[in-house]
């Protein structure tokens, strides 16, 4: 089968499609026949082993683990011998290792039915982008009807289902977002759309219960400024902030930590778990109709360094999937 493989720190570049085994589901695992993958921010940042911290774990050198991509949705060809919620030919969406390739195997209890409502592409968004903003809103943020919230980074692949799920909430949604984009973070929801490019948004006399901050492109100082008493700021992932100085990209979120010690504001950094109980929360959202997933473009495997670089340049609208023909 082709797989994306890639053995070297670097641009996308390093990504290669490279003919490999069929995996083989172990005991508790769904083999799938991928016929969607989507890309996240975060593999790019995997292929250029940053932060240098992490290549602890993930290989000093070199990758330890070969394999790129990780949502994924698909057809399951075979099962392992203890998995009991799945059967050949249901058709799931989740996350593994490897989702850029013709065949994967993933966990049963990283999976879920796919919404027979929504198309493949569609199904494979959601997994890290729609848990990130469920968990961080729900979880985090603990989103009321009636409060404001501001999502920096509106239009993004986070961000567009941070949008549809704090409205589900109850809560009037301020998207911050470039001129291109506003009108689509108005199209799925958002009370009003701040174009970053014409306005300081940290500039604004109206302050905010809760600020999800997909980017990091202020200060801490900047961001408590329009936080009411009480709130919370949200710094999701590993962002690039410019002040990251020595530490990069991730030196926003630690300093997010750091500085939740001495302030009376609750300021926290987070990554999102993926739980099969919340893959299903969101299942129920798309089935319905209540939140469906922006998709920008679409690639072919053979295209994933393409797809990987347009992501990590950061001006990705919703999105963007590596799409397998049907066989």
């Not at 292929?47 to 050198?61: D, E, F, N, Q, W």
Request: with cysteine; charged share 20%.
């Amino acid at each position: 089968m082709k797989a994306a493989r890639y053995t070297g720190y670097g641009s996308p570049e390093v990504v290669q499609i490279a003919n490999v085994e069929k995996p083989v589901p172990a005991n508790s695992e769904v083999s799938i026949k991928v016929r969607a993958a989507s890309v996240n921010p975060l593999d790019a940042h995997l292929m250029k082993g940053k932060p240098y911290i992490a290549r602890l774990v993930l290989g000093l050198r070199k990758p330890r683990d070969p394999r790129a991509g990780r949502d994924v949705a698909g057809r399951v060809e075979a099962v392992g011998p203890s998995v009991t919620q799945f059967r050949p030919g249901d058709e799931v969406f989740g996350a593994c290792r490897g989702a850029f390739a013709e065949y994967a195997c993933a966990s049963e209890s990283k999976l879920a039915m796919k919404p027979g409502n929504v198309t493949f592409e569609q199904a494979a968004s959601a997994p890290v982008a729609a848990l990130t903003a469920l968990q961080g809103l729900r979880d985090k943020g603990k989103v009321q009807p009636g409060q404001m919230v501001l999502i920096n980074g509106a239009a993004g692949g986070v961000g567009t289902f941070a949008v549809q799920i704090a409205k589900l909430f109850g809560a009037i949604v301020t998207g911050v977002c470039s001129t291109r984009n506003v009108d689509l973070v108005r199209s799925i929801g958002a009370d009003l759309v701040i174009d970053y490019t014409q306005e300081d948004f940290t500039q604004t006399l109206q302050p905010f219960d809760v600020i999800f901050d997909l980017i990091g492109n202020r200060s801490l100082s900047a961001f408590r400024r329009i936080l009411s008493p009480g709130g919370t700021y949200i710094a999701v992932g590993v962002i690039g902030a410019p002040q990251g100085g020595l530490l990069g990209p991730a030196a926003h979120p630690l300093k997010t930590i750091a500085l939740s010690w001495f302030v009376r504001d609750r300021i926290t950094a987070f990554g999102a778990r993926l739980t099969q109980e919340d893959l299903n929360v969101v299942r129920e959202l798309m089935a319905s109709g209540k939140v469906l997933p922006v998709i920008d473009r679409c690639y072919g495997l053979s295209e994933v360094p393409q797809a990987i670089r347009y992501v990590a340049e950061g001006h990705a609208r919703g999105k963007v999937v590596i799409a397998l023909e049907a066989i």
